[in-house]
């Protein structure tokens, strides 16, 4: 959901054990970070909730976080995965610090062969800044095993907010609100713009334009990592281990690792010859989908959304290509030589002393010749291919409130 400037993620994420292909074509956990990511590239507010199936002790995800009071002094995997994330991304665990009141550090899972803290609000530091103290409390729901978590936050209002109003699990109570607006000019302006848009790969192509085969490839991997901390992160791409073709660098201030990955495909992209065939290795699943399915719509909209700067760049030059580039997603813990090679690289120089930054004008060490390799006359394959399939946006549906103060319920449904 998005308020204004404030964004809300409403999510649940089940066992790590549990069988999430059925209703999903990405892994929950990656899903999650993805959003996260990019979301987190601005300085706006954000605030995560529900049910994590975490397990995060009395841990902070960084040492000048509030420090936490918990009943539930269990860490599990998904549990240190979920710190990760917030020293990542400086999210602030609010369960058992003193924005709760109540039962500082109150349980939030009841089942039969236990009790655990498994709910939980994580917030962007500049979230802070909006809540009072006692801000969260976790009240009991006597129709789920899990309790209730809430959260009082002081924001103006802008004149609409944006939230799914058909799924029970993100019920938020307004205090102060005003009657909903009947459908605006701006709606029905929208929908007539849905009704008529080309096909989707109509789109693509005419963006992109169509392929011709080529006798020539080569297979880069791309890594990314990131240091919040102290402002940096890094890319690395890998040709083959060893290959004088490999390069990496450091990024200084704010950046993401999916903001990265794209600079490193334009880097590849400008240094290889258009005519050999680019297959294209790296884990966001978020710049694959963007790259693939959502650049044309960026370019139509006028190229407002985050990272569209580098996007428009990396677009430019695949518009250039004359061969395919292909995108596979790799898992972070896949045990290939090349992923391996480009990840410890791209983790090691984050965290390393350097101070170097590289500039997007040239790539270190030499590239794969820009020499011509033959390609058919004829045209005949997408210009970006992706195994990944193109989920469809959620569901929106829109309301109206006034300025005041609003409350986030987090209802299970379980």
């Known amino acids: ?107 939030t899972s009841f089942q039969p062969n236990g009790s655990s803290t498994i709910d939980y609000i994580l917030v962007s530091t500049s979230t802070l800044a909006y809540l009072a103290p006692s801000a969260m409390s976790i009240t009991h729901n006597e129709w789920s095993d899990h ?52 096909d989707p790969q109509r789109m693509r192509d005419h963006f992109y334009g169509r392929a011709a085969t080529s006798s020539s490839a080569s297979s880069w991997y791309i890594a990314a990592s990131s240091d919040p901390m102290h402002r940096r992160s890094s890319v690395a791409a890998v040709l083959r281990p060893g290959s004088p073709a490999n390069f990496a660098f450091i990024v200084h201030g704010l950046s993401t690792p999916d903001r990265n990955v794209l600079h490193g495909l334009r880097i590849i992209l400008d240094s290889t010859s258009i005519d050999y065939k680019l297959i294209i290795y790296t884990s966001p699943q978020y710049v694959i989908r963007l790259v693939t399915f959502d650049a044309a719509n960026r370019a139509a909209t006028g190229w407002i959304g985050v990272n569209d700067d580098v996007l428009k760049c990396v677009c430019a030059s695949i518009q250039r290509r004359t061969a395919q580039l292909s995108l596979y997603y790799i898992d972070r813990e896949h045990s290939n030589a090349n992923w391996e090679t480009a990840s410890s690289i791209a983790c090691n120089i984050v965290h390393s002393r350097s101070h170097e930054t590289y500039t997007f004008h040239g790539v270190p060490g030499s590239l794969p010749s820009r020499g011509w390799s033959p390609t058919t006359n004829s045209p005949s394959l997408d210009k970006v291919y992706t195994s990944l399939p193109e989920l469809p946006p959620p569901h929106i549906a829109s309301a109206h409130l006034t300025e005041g103060m609003f409350a986030l319920d987090d209802t299970d449904s379980h």
Request: aromatic share 6%; proline share 5%; charged share 20%.
């Open 147 to 198: 309790d209730h978590l809430r959260l009082h936050i002081m924001v103006d209002y802008p004149t609409s907010y944006h939230s799914d109003e058909h799924n029970p699990q993100d019920l938020i109570s307004i205090e102060r609100f005003r009657d909903r607006a009947p459908t605006s000019i701006l709606d029905s302006t929208i929908t007539t713009m849905l009704n008529n848009v080309a």
């Open 1 to 107: 959901m998005v308020l204004g400037s404030l964004s809300i993620i409403s999510v649940y994420l089940p066992p790590r054990t549990s069988d999430w292909t059925y209703y999903s074509a990405v892994e929950p956990d990656q899903k999650l970070a993805e959003v996260i990511s990019l979301l987190a590239i601005t300085s706006h507010p954000l605030i995560i909730l529900r049910d994590l199936n975490a397990r995060v002790g009395d841990r902070t995800a960084a040492n000048h976080h509030p420090t936490r009071i918990v009943g539930d002094h269990t860490a599990d995997t998904r549990g240190r995965w979920l710190l990760d994330l917030g020293r990542m991304f400086d999210l602030v665990i609010l369960n058992g610090t003193h924005y709760e009141t109540g039962c500082i550090g109150a349980l």
